[in-house]
């Protein structure tokens, strides 16, 4: 009888360690969980727009600057997508248990962070072009375009863009696509501060390390 009775109060405490017990949504949720889909296409679709309204702007004057058509920003946000849809693929093991994991998580947060950075300053360097564009005033000159900002001043800094006969694509067009940059690499900013934020939290706050604690009298699992 005494062991009928053990044995029914250890079948009742397993049942209670198991009702404790996180859900396992880990298993079930892991990839939405530990990296959600939708920011690693955002990265990829934003990467790509900055890139080809970059080349536009390229190919309205090939005086253009690097810093006034910021595709490499584009660029590095293509391979920060790559970087998230390959952590996407791997099997999620929980508490880093893989090297793999590990070092694509870490690559994936240090991307994102470099990201942030560098989208924020083309966001700066396209806002100060725009600014300086929309107070041009142009000319032609052959089948070039040239432009300053006060006309009264005989030695204020010219801007000369080759091949530009029409210089309403300068005025126009060109200050268009210099809005069009600070609103993509503000939205690219915003992204990996996002994907950033995923990576610091899934690491310090959101999942269970599987480690259980027990006492004589209970049984509870610790969450990381």
């Not at 508490?95 to 793999?100: H, L, Q, W």
């Not at 089948?143 to 126009?172: K, Q």
């Amino acid at each position: 009888m005494g062991q009928g009775r053990k044995g029914s109060s250890d079948k009742k405490q397993r049942q209670k360690n198991r009702d404790d017990s996180p859900a396992p949504e880990d298993g079930n949720k892991c990839r939405v969980c530990r990296f959600p889909l939708l920011v690693a296409l955002l990265q990829l679709l934003l990467g790509v727009a900055v890139t080809a309204v970059a080349f536009l702007m390229l190919a309205i004057s090939s005086s253009l600057t690097a810093r006034e058509t910021p595709h490499w920003a584009g660029i590095i946000l293509c391979l920060v997508s790559i970087v998230g849809f390959f952590l996407y693929c791997i099997t999620y093991q929980p508490d880093e248990r893989t090297s793999a994991q590990f070092i694509v998580k870490l690559l994936y947060f240090v991307l994102c962070t470099i990201g942030l950075v560098v989208s924020v300053l083309v966001v700066a360097f396209a806002g100060h072009h725009h600014s300086q564009a929309s107070s041009f005033i142009c000319q032609p000159a052959g089948e070039d375009c040239v432009c300053v900002l006060d006309r009264s001043d005989p030695i204020a800094r010219t801007f000369d863009y080759v091949g530009v006969a029409d210089c309403e694509a300068i005025t126009g067009t060109l200050t268009f696509y210099f809005l069009l940059q600070v609103l993509l690499n503000l939205a690219q900013a915003l992204v990996c501060a996002v994907g950033a934020f995923i990576m610091w939290k899934h690491r310090y706050q959101v999942f269970f390390a599987g480690i259980q604690i027990s006492s004589p009298s209970t049984q509870q699992w610790q969450k990381v």
